[in-house]
């Protein structure tokens, strides 16, 4: 609690928002204590563990359809619950689509959601700058007119291409190139053969740049890609069966991330320094000027306000 710079009393009633909300495909909070300086949410145990840890240790290469229309399908009916509720999310990915052990998904993470009523009151649009910039919706970027329900179906589509390959798209790419790349280039596309047509399709309705034109999370329960979606029990048949707990997988893939990074030689690294004393490259800075969770401080947004975003229409408000 003394690292967090949110007031106690705002955190406890949102932790209560999370209490109320019931929806068998939302991770709800049963309830939550202070100890000492720290606060414990408690929720219910999901031991499938999520997509993304799936991915990593399964199924590298991504999900098959069937799989994949499982999985969307009760993302989609949690979405559409938080929406009708006045949420919006902000932060759908694989990471925060958890199993338990029957097979039943839960949506999860509620550290950057953001509730559209305020005092009684509807708000258009929300206007932070929030979320995982590999997952973010342009206009959360462009921060022109602020943002509504539509961004999640945005980060649901690329969340789609995630599940379908493996990694979402432009993943290799430093925060400040996602954020670039999102809003000059065209929408990422699913173009693999061995996906149907309706997979297609409903990657592509997402994917729209104008938030106008997407669908909203109800119309989208009805597209004809989901008919392929199947039973919780064979999500847990065909991901969770035979799989060792949670537990050691975790530890197997923290061993595994620990071991695939390199060690910098001395000698590599004085010649580095040496040559960024040299040639100095300003674009590092941008690059960090946002982390991978999408949070840039207010003096480093106006350094990207006035450098090399006109065209992109790049415009931060005050975090």
């Known amino acids: 609690m003394e690292r967090c710079n949110s007031d106690l009393d705002n955190i406890r009633r949102e932790v209560h928002t999370m209490g109320l909300i019931d929806h068998p495909n939302v991770l709800r909070a049963h309830c939550s204590f202070v100890s000492g300086t720290t606060l414990w949410i408690v929720m219910p145990y999901t031991s499938g563990g999520s997509c993304h840890h799936l991915i ?3 199924c590298p290469e991504g999900f098959e359809e069937c799989v994949i229309a499982t999985l969307l399908l009760q993302v989609l009916k949690a979405l559409a619950y938080l929406h009708a509720q006045g949420h919006i999310h902000r932060d759908v990915k694989a990471g925060n689509i958890l199993l338990d052990s029957s097979g039943a998904v839960k949506l999860a993470d509620f550290g950057v959601s953001a509730c559209m009523f305020d005092t009684g009151d509807r708000q258009r649009s929300r206007n932070t700058f929030v979320g995982t910039p590999c997952w973010m919706a342009p206009e959360v970027m462009e921060q022109f007119n602020g943002y509504d329900f539509k961004a999640d179906i945005w980060s649901f589509g690329i969340t789609a291409l995630e599940l379908a390959h493996g990694h979402p798209p432009l993943s290799k790419y430093p925060p400040m190139k996602v954020l670039m790349m999102t809003l000059q280039n065209p929408p990422p596309a699913l ?3 061995k996906f149907s047509k309706s997979f297609k399709e409903m990657v592509a309705a997402c994917l729209v740049k104008d938030p106008k034109k997407r669908p909203t999370a109800e ?3 009805k597209h ?8 919780n029990e064979f999500l847990a048949r065909v991901l969770l ?3 060792s707990p949670l537990s050691h997988r975790f530890k197997s893939l923290k061993e595994k991330e620990a071991a695939a990074i390199p060690v910098p030689d001395k000698e590599i690294i004085c010649k580095e320094q040496i040559s960024s004393q ?3 490259v300003p674009d590092r800075n941008l690059q960090g000027a946002i982390d991978t969770e999408g949070v840039c401080t207010s003096d480093q947004c106006m350094e990207l306000r006035s450098r090399g975003s006109k065209k992109a229409g790049l415009l931060y408000s005050g975090f």
């Open 219 to 221: 119309m989208l329960l």
């Open 224 to 231: 004809r890609f989901f008919r392929h979606a199947r039973s």
């Open 191 to 193: 173009e693999d053969k």
């Open 56 to 58: 990593n240790s399964e």
């Open 241 to 243: 069966k035979g799989l």
């Open 278 to 280: 040299k040639e100095p």
